[in-house]
Every structure is written in structure tokens, then in C-alpha cells.
């Protein structure tokens, strides 16, 4: 068991109130036990070895057969929710590594895991290396289980080789020092909201009042997609109902509502029909694990379906927070549609410009009997497209809205707009309208939804940047969807759904080089709005560094302690608000007497 000091609770007592204080949990496995830690995975090895980092003991795991295994604990009665903590360890490879990083998570839930602190460096050759870090406990009830693990590599399993745990410290960090004196960067996007991916860990202490400071607008990063909207995935073999029945508002998702109503800022929704993060129910029948087939009939089932999902999804959230359009319902958007288009070249026309690899292009495959969909003017592969939009619709604009906000673009500031969103949209160059782009693949599957009457408001460009790849493609996209250029079939809205930008180091150049590409990015977008007027949005794809999704290439405007990098004043440069020499000493520069947009 930790050595518990200061009063923290031992395992299996119970709090009084969630003042609780905590000072520090440590393990240093000194008396030869594991002291509660277990190996996640039963079948690998596990237990104390020795010597340790700089005493007799620590723990290891060996013979691992996943990049997930690790040494575990179960932390549940020792932390809060919500809680900012500092973790430090001793660890080392045991064996020979191509990969040299670990992460440490938290599994909070049966199918519930969270990375804390991404891609830690340690010793290739054996030695011994103190990693460290901060995190924020995530929401949880009855499990918390810290752990050790090998990171993914390139969307693959990774690292599986043997390593050993020492000296296990889990402390209250000191408070951070964030800047209140800097221009709050929506007050730098006249007329755009100013977003931000979040889940309950930023919106706490110093990150929830950066946030506050900074933004306007909330999204999930990811607990209102399709799976986390049901309390369990009822597995294979279960009836469609079974599932549905177990709807209820993420805790994630409840925290983020709570603090936009709490600090007057709005949600997006995101995302209601994806291909990945989809209950395994979604696509099956009760008897079988296996995909619907392609059928006239199964076809049919997954339109009931959408239409019941979204009802309840809708319904949901309006029971327990108002009439979507009132003044306590903080959403104003919702992502009906993610990634389901073609990422272009010549075998997009073999799916109709569809992604190929979606469940939802392959159970709507063209079959012999589409009459039914053939009267409305488009042809299979599309229809589950414009049925979600319609029930959209239907539930977020008229049965579940304070008034009748039906009707695109028309005017009421409140409608839930609705939206279809897609990354990779700003590659390749030459002109807006290059049909080997994804682009312009969306574009088609855009206008062939507008022009059938569906009530899509709003085009999403993801921006998931990096150095490397030319900004310039931002302004091709937007363009692409102005409607005054005269490519898309309807007046649309636009959002940058999910920016930032990586970079190869956090070396000083490769800092203000970033710095440079936000601003020209940004650049794009302040000229593309003031010309068009259509862009509703811009969101940044987390708070600060090291609670990015990809921390270990520092691509965003804050660092872990929450200081402005050079990013953030590349954000905000042409908007006025600073001197030309930041490029010069890429400090902030002092901000007293700068008039802001």
C-alpha cells in the first residue's frame, strides 16, 4: 500500500466531504511487496525485483504481450475527480527497446482508459531515468486504476519490451502563474467563436480560468461521440433496444455543459454519425457480432435507427438542460456527420465519393430494390447522410427546441446549426476546386445534400497541421466553400473544426517557426471572414501542450504551465494587438495600452 502522508485516506475508507486533504502518495516497495500494484494484464509477468533505482526493490513487468501492459493500482479512495496532481517515477528497460517512451493512464471505468502524461522519454540503453509530470484526475465513480504503458507508434501497437517501476510519487503540484494581463484571444476573432476541445480536466483551477479568460466556445474532444453517449457497450449478441436503453450524459460531457452554462460560453456537438468509436450493436442484429449486409431491408433498420438514436440523444440532453434555443441549453451547433468522404483520386467515383472503409458506406451500398430512395433524387450510398441531417433536424430544431428554429440559415440566432466536418481538406495545392483534393470529394457529397433539401448549415475544415505541410491549403478550402466563388450549390457556413499545428522539437527556432505558421494561418482566416462572412468558428484541438493528442510535438498555443508560446502571439499578431518585433524576442511583450479589435 502507498505510504499515505498528511491525512490522505487509506484504501477502502470513505470521505466525510470532498475536502479531503491530500499532500502525497508514495511507493517505494521497500519492505519487498508490491504495496498494491498489480500487473494489468494476468497473463504477462509482474511482481518485485531487484535492485531497485537506488535501493534494494522496485516492481516489473516482463513477458509482456501488449504495448498496454503495465504495472497498475487502484487509486479510487485516494483522489478526487477533478484533482491537479504531480506524478514522478524511476523506471527502466530491462530488455533492448526500439521505442524508448512511456505514458502513464488511468482506467476509470470497464472500457473507460485515459492517457495523463503522453510519450515520457526514458534511458534506450538500460539506465535508470526519473520521468515526471502533471495530470488531472478525470471524472470517475468507482474505479480509478493508475498504470504504466508503452505508447501506440504510428497508429500501432507498440513498445512491448520489459521494464521495472521505482520511487513512485503521486504530489500536489504548486499552483501555475498564468498571464491574466494577455488580450483574451476571442477578443482577437471579431464575429468567430473562439473554440476549444476540452474534457473535465481542463475546466478546473488555473486551466478552467484560462480557458474562461480565452474562449467562447466549448467542444467535447471525446465524450459526446457515438459510444459515449450509453453507459456500457452491451457486446455482441445483444438487442439494438438493450442499447438504447442505456443512454445517459456522459459525465465528461455534463462537466463541459455545466461550465459553459456557468461561464456564459456555448457547445458544439460532436459528433453524432462517425465510423470509429460506434457501439459494436450499432451495425448488427441481435443474434450476430456481424455487420449488416447490404440489404434493401437492412438498409431501412439503420434509417430507424439513426432517427431513434438521434431522438434520444436530443431528447436526452433537453430533458435535463432545457429546450435547445433556451437560455440554460449551451449548445448552438451539432457535428451530424464526421469523415465520411473519399480522400480523393480516381477510385473516389467507385463509392461515390464516400470513405470506403466506413460501416456506413458499406451497409449503404447500392442493392437491386432503391425505389424508395430513388424518389428522392439521390442514390443509396447517400441516404443515410441526408436521413441524419433530417433527424437532426427534427429533434435539435423542432421537437426538442423552444421554438420552431426549423429552416437553414434563416436568420435565428437560436438555432442549433448543423454541421458535416472532415480533415485533410487543406491538402494539396494548385486551386480550390482540384478534384483529386478531399476537398473537393466533400464538396460534391455537400452539394448533393443541399441540392436534395437537406438542412446542412455548416462545412467543417480540420487543420491538424504541422510544419511541414503548406498553409496555404486553408485558404484553397475555405474558398472552395465560399459561395460567392461559386463551387457550392448553397450558402453554407464554415468552422476550422480542429487545429494545431506540431512541431519536431520545443527547440527555440522550431517555437517562433510555429509561431510563424499560426500566424499565416490565422492571417487566412481573418481575410477569408472579412471578405465572405461565413466562418462560425475556429477551434483549437486542446488547451496547452501536454494535454494534446499528439503532446510529444508541442502543437499548441500554451505551454504545460500555461505560459504563451509563441503560437498564441502568432494567433493573435494580425489582429493588431502586438509589435512587429515579437519575431525578434518571442516573450511576451508588454500588453499595457495595446487597443484591442
Known amino acids: 500500500m502507498a505510504i499515505l502522508v498528511a491525512g490522505l485516506l487509506a484504501a477502502g475508507a470513505e470521505a466525510d466531504s470532498d475536502d479531503v486533504a491530500f499532500e502525497r502518495l508514495a511507493w517505494d516497495f521497500e519492505d519487498g511487496t508490491a504495496q498494491g500494484w498489480f500487473g494489468r494484464n494476468e497473463a504477462d509477468g509482474f511482481g518485485v525485483v531487484t535492485p531497485g533505482a537506488d535501493s534494494s526493490y522496485a516492481i516489473g513487468v516482463w513477458d509482456r504481450t501488449d504495448q498496454g501492459s503495465g504495472p497498475m493500482v487502484e487509486i479510487d ?60 484526475v478525470p471524472a470517475f465513480t468507482t474505479m480509478a486504476r493508475l498504470y504504466l504503458e508503452s505508447p501506440w507508434v504510428g497508429g500501432a501497437r507498440g513498445e512491448t519490451a520489459a521494464f521495472q517501476v521505482d520511487n513512485v510519487v503521486v504530489d500536489v503540484p504548486g499552483a501555475l502563474a498564468w498571464d491574466r494581463d494577455l488580450v483574451p484571444f476571442r477578443e482577437t476573432l471579431p464575429g468567430i467563436n473562439a473554440g476549444v476541445a476540452v474534457d473535465s480536466r481542463d475546466l478546473i483551477d488555473e486551466m478552467g480560468e484560462v ?10 474532444e471525446n465524450h459526446m461521440k ?38 456564459g460560453m456555448t457547445v458544439h456537438g460532436h459528433v453524432l454519425v462517425w465510423h470509429s468509436q460506434v457501439p459494436a450493436w450499432f451495425f448488427s442484429f441481435e443474434d450476430s457480432a456481424q455487420e449488416m449486409a447490404p ?89 443515410f447522410l441526408y436521413e441524419a441531417f433530417q433527424a437532426a433536424e427534427h429533434y435539435f430544431n423542432f421537437v426538442h427546441h ?86 457550392v450549390a448553397d450558402r453554407v457556413l464554415q468552422a476550422v473544426t480542429e487545429i494545431d499545428v506540431t512541431i519536431p522539437s520545443n527547440a527555440e527556432a522550431n517555437l517562433v517557426a510555429q509561431g510563424r505558421y499560426y500566424r499565416e494561418a490565422f492571417d487566412i482566416i481573418r481575410t477569408h471572414h472579412a471578405q465572405h462572412g461565413d466562418i462560425d468558428a475556429v477551434t483549437l484541438w486542446g488547451l496547452n501542450d501536454g494535454r494534446s493528442w499528439r503532446a510529444s510535438e508541442y502543437p499548441l498555443l500554451f505551454d504545460d504551465d500555461l505560459a504563451a508560446k509563441p503560437a498564441f502571439f502568432g494567433a493573435v499578431y494580425d489582429a493588431h494587438v502586438l509589435d512587429a518585433d515579437i519575431w525578434d524576442r518571442w516573450e511576451r511583450p508588454a500588453l499595457d495600452g495595446v487597443e484591442r479589435p
Open 226 to 263: 457515438p459510444d459515449a453517449w450509453w453507459t456500457a457497450d452491451p457486446g455482441a449478441g445483444t438487442a439494438w433496444s438493450a442499447g438504447i436503453e442505456s443512454f445517459r450524459i456522459h459525465p465528461e460531457a455534463r462537466s463541459i455543459l455545466d461550465f459553459a452554462q456557468e461561464h
Open 211 to 220: 480557458i474562461a479568460h480565452h474562449f467562447s466556445h466549448l467542444v467535447g
Open 402 to 487: 423552444v421554438g420552431d428554429a426549423r429552416g437553414r440559415l434563416n436568420g435565428r440566432e437560436d438555432r442549433v446549426t448543423l454541421w458535416i466536418n472532415d480533415y485533410n481538406t487543406e491538402r494539396g495545392l494548385i486551386e480550390p476546386a482540384n478534384p483529386r483534393t478531399k476537398r473537393y470529394q466533400l464538396l460534391l457529397v455537400v452539394n448533393r445534400l443541399l441540392e436534395a433539401g437537406a438542412p446542412l448549415d455548416g462545412v467543417g475544415h480540420q487543420f491538424h497541421a504541422g510544419l511541414r505541410f503548406p498553409y496555404e491549403g486553408l485558404r484553397l478550402a475555405l474558398d472552395l466553400f465560399a459561395f460567392e466563388n461559386g463551387h
Open 77 to 136: 479512495q485516494m483522489v478526487r475527480p477533478g484533482q491537479r496532481l504531480a506524478f514522478s517515477a524511476d523506471v527502466r528497460f530491462s530488455e533492448s527497446v526500439s521505442d524508448d517512451l512511456v505514458t502513464l493512464s488511468i482506467q476509470t471505468g470497464p472500457s473507460s482508459f485515459t492517457n495523463l502524461i503522453a510519450n515520457m522519454p526514458v534511458d534506450a540503453d538500460g539506465e535508470w531515468t526519473r520521468i515526471e509530470g502533471i495530470f488531472v
Open 295 to 383: 440489404t434493401a431491408e437492412n438498409q431501412q433498420e439503420m434509417v430507424r435507427r439513426i432517427w431513434e438514436y438521434v431522438g434520444i440523444v436530443a431528447g436526452g440532453i433537453a430533458a435535463e438542460y432545457g429546450p435547445f434555443g433556451s437560455d440554460t441549453n449551451p449548445f448552438t451547433s451539432f457535428e451530424v456527420a464526421n469523415e465520411v468522404v473519399h480522400g480523393g483520386g480516381g477510385a473516389a467515383d467507385a463509392t461515390h465519393n464516400l470513405r470506403p472503409d466506413s460501416p456506413w458506406t458499406r451497409i449503404f451500398a447500392p442493392v437491386a430494390d432503391s425505389s424508395w430512395v430513388a424518389e428522392r433524387g439521390f442514390e443509396n450510398r447517400d441516404w
